[in-house]
């Protein structure tokens, strides 16, 4: 069974940083596309960031300049260093990932993390 699990979300100040981390695990062939996506109450879920497993990337413009999402393909892990931040930030964050397994055949599903708040104090 393959699970995400985060971590480093909380309570920040505008114009603070914070670090989420997501580790990816079980029986994982490959790792393809990762992600980050927010969901602020009342708003859909949007796409923060994304990573290929070639290292290729791809922001929001809303969080441009401010936000790095990296990617370690040996550990299976996924971070989204956040600078400058904003009140309009604060969502539950959730790590995305695009995963192929093996039982029997090959499978490639979506999954998703729990979820972190991140809250950002003005």
């Known amino acids: 069974q393959v699970q995400l699990v985060e971590s480093g979300g909380g309570l920040v100040q505008a114009g603070g940083s914070l670090k989420l981390s997501c580790a990816a695990s079980?029986?994982?062939?490959?790792?393809?596309?990762m992600g980050w996506y927010r969901q602020a109450p009342g708003k859909q879920r949007e796409l923060v960031a994304a990573?290929?497993?070639?290292?290729?990337?791809n922001y929001a413009d809303s969080v441009k300049g401010r936000f790095t999402i990296s990617r370690d393909n040996a550990k299976n892990t996924v971070a989204l260093q956040m600078a400058s931040l904003k009140p309009e930030d604060t969502a539950v964050y959730y790590c995305?990932?695009?995963?192929?397994?093996?039982?029997?055949?090959?499978?490639?599903?979506?999954?998703w993390g729990q979820g972190t708040q991140v809250t950002v104090s003005s």
């Open positions: 990573i290929t497993s070639g290292g290729s990337t």
């Open positions: 079980g029986s994982i062939f490959r790792i393809n596309a």
């Open positions: 995305n990932a695009e995963i192929t397994y093996y039982r029997g055949v090959f499978y490639t599903h979506d999954y």
